[in-house]
């Protein structure tokens, strides 16, 4: 089954949960070596007289080793399988069949030869791979057979290796055209509502994808520098505050351009976030024992980023004098707590700790699929939350307005706080719950660029289906405090879902291309990849691409 073809089943069904298989590298393989009575034996095909043994010959030790040259004669020819993936040697199985066909002749075998005394008393030995020197121990010659590859099989196994790189380069090549074409399109509705919620998630789309890239690859230098436990958790959490300081200042700096402001917000923030994200998935990566340590987990850290956020709002307020980037610091709690929460209750679900970056933990189908409608749940709790957290905060900014109320003020920051929170759970449950399903049960190879070439390729295509959606419902289109953070939601989600997939498949695909490579570890070339796209993408997202944006948005508004 074709990539495009899972991609509109997926579709039909509302949900990446195809069972259909893929091999990208299947291929006829010779027939394993059967033997029949210690006298015949078949390698390879009914039609290849090269892969047939017969012994026909009396018990004697030239006679056995006779056989045991026709075997070794097949195996090294290239058309015959005598050595199967699990191990199986089928050059020593012959020799045993002998053993048990000749016994008064002292055959005796080994993994890769045969050896007995001619009646001349001279020892006579078939060696496959050849061996001429005496005889290896077993462990050897089981070490020695790993390294053997026949020329024929090597020759297919590199045949399909390329044919799928050049498959998954077209089809990639296909996708992104077609993407281009489409996102076109799409910006240029008639459909306003269309058009809008196309512009919006091409930001989200951008900003998520170098985000969840650098999440990566703070995650990769920690490994990089061997840092475990506590030293682990220090170290990202002073990263995670230093990135959270450095905004906040720059932002500052900014107020009097609220233009580029709004710009450096828009890039920056969802870094920030991401990497206190990975700050909560970190401290739940060392100490998480049992359900109850979790939850201990997740009341320190809402703890935590409640001081934080006193103790930056205080430090803001006597360097600049005044109050500064609430909203901002608000995200990024709320972010890295919902990140925290969809961590613990997935961690429930498969019963070991969860990522939300590189590779998913493997899955059963059935869990996969309990974490894709625990995600569709997430979301439907998260839109009545939106709901019943609207008037409070209205109420909230009404009284605020009153007067400076230092009460008021904490608690319109714990509800925003509250509503970042439940904007961002089906975020992070459905990205890693999509790629459970795309990833582990959809047929692929662990690292298989098809698997994620599909999983972004399925996450861009749900993106599609939420603008139409957004545009489609009245109810999401009304002029409406909770109509339009439904809105916002919805389309936020997607473009963080396909944001973060094909920065996966990114990340993948370095990888991939690393592996094998005399690279002590994939952070320095991750980190170099990562800061020349970061280079080029960040300026012309400031400069061209968000006053784009934004002309779009008004223009479709």
């Known amino acids: 089954m074709g990539l495009w073809t899972k991609a509109i089943f997926i579709l039909a069904v509302f949900a990446p949960v195809v069972t259909a298989r893929h091999n990208a590298s299947q291929h006829l393989r010779a027939q394993s070596l059967h033997v029949a009575g210690s006298v015949f034996a078949h390698l390879g095909s009914a039609n290849s007289p ?9 018990c004697s030790c030239e006679g056995a080793l006779k056989f045991m040259a026709c075997v070794k004669k097949a195996c090294s020819s290239g058309d015959c399988n005598c050595v199967e993936d699990d191990g199986t040697n089928h050059f020593s199985e012959s020799c045993v069949a002998m053993q048990g066909e000749c016994p008064s002749e002292d055959l005796k075998c080994y993994p890769g030869q045969s050896t007995c005394k001619a009646s001349n008393g001279v020892l006579q030995t078939v060696a496959w791979p050849d061996k001429t020197s005496k005889t290896p121990e077993v462990a050897d010659v089981k070490a020695d057979n790993k390294k053997y590859i026949l020329h024929s099989k090597h020759d297919m196994k590199l045949k399909a290796a390329l044919s799928y790189a050049h498959r998954m380069f077209a089809q990639g090549t296909v996708v992104t055209i077609l993407l281009l074409s489409l996102t076109i399109a799409l910006v240029n509705s008639k459909n306003f509502a269309v058009a809008k919620n196309t512009w919006h998630i091409i930001d989200f789309v951008v900003v998520t994808f170098i985000a969840t890239s650098w999440f990566i690859v703070v995650l990769h230098s920690l490994d990089y520098f061997h840092l475990t436990g506590y030293n682990r958790v220090w170290v990202h959490m002073a990263v995670a505050n230093t990135f959270l300081l450095i905004s906040m200042l720059i932002s500052y700096r900014l107020e009097t351009s609220k233009d580029n402001l709004d710009v450096f917000n828009g890039i920056f923030t969802p870094m920030v976030m991401w990497c206190n994200a990975g700050f909560v998935q970190t401290v739940h990566q060392e100490f998480s024992q049992s359900s109850w340590h979790d939850v201990t987990i997740i009341l320190v850290l809402m703890v935590y980023y409640a001081v934080l956020i006193f103790v930056f709002h205080t430090l803001l307020k006597k360097l600049t004098k005044q ?43 059935r869990t996969a699929c309990m974490l894709n409608v625990f995600s569709v749940g997430v979301l439907v709790v998260s839109v009545f939350g939106l709901r019943y957290l609207a008037p409070i905060k209205a109420s909230l900014l009404e009284r605020s307005t009153m007067g400076n109320q230092a009460g008021v003020y904490w608690k319109l920051r714990a509800c925003r706080i509250g509503r970042v929170i439940l904007k961002h759970l089906p975020k992070f449950s459905f990205i890693v719950s999509i790629a459970h399903i795309i990833v582990d049960h959809m047929g692929y190879n662990k690292g298989s660029a098809g698997a994620q070439l599909l999983l972004a390729c399925t996450s861009t295509v749900i993106g599609i289906l939420i603008i139409y959606f957004c545009a489609s419902v009245p109810a999401l289109n009304r002029d409406s405090a909770v109509s339009k953070d439904t809105n916002s939601m919805l389309v936020g ?58 002309a779009g948005e008004g223009k479709a508004a």
Request: glycine share 10%.
């Open 50 to 58: 090269q892969c047939k043994c017969v012994f026909d010959d009396v």
């Open 323 to 365: 109050k500064q980037n609430d909203k901002e610091e608000e995200k990024v709690a709320g972010g890295a707590l919902a990140g925290g929460l969809v961590l613990f209750c997935h961690s429930l679900i498969i019963g070991s700790q969860q990522s939300m970056g590189g590779a998913p933990v493997p899955t059963s189908f």
């Open 493 to 550: 989600l997607g473009g963080f879902i396909v944001g973060a997939a094909w920065s996966s498949m990114l990340d993948n695909s370095v990888s991939m291309m690393i592996e094998g490579e005399d690279y002590k570890h994939p952070f320095i070339v991750k980190m170099a990849i990562i800061s020349f796209i970061t280079a080029f993408v960040v300026p012309v997202y400031c400069y061209y691409l968000k006053p784009m944006i934004r």
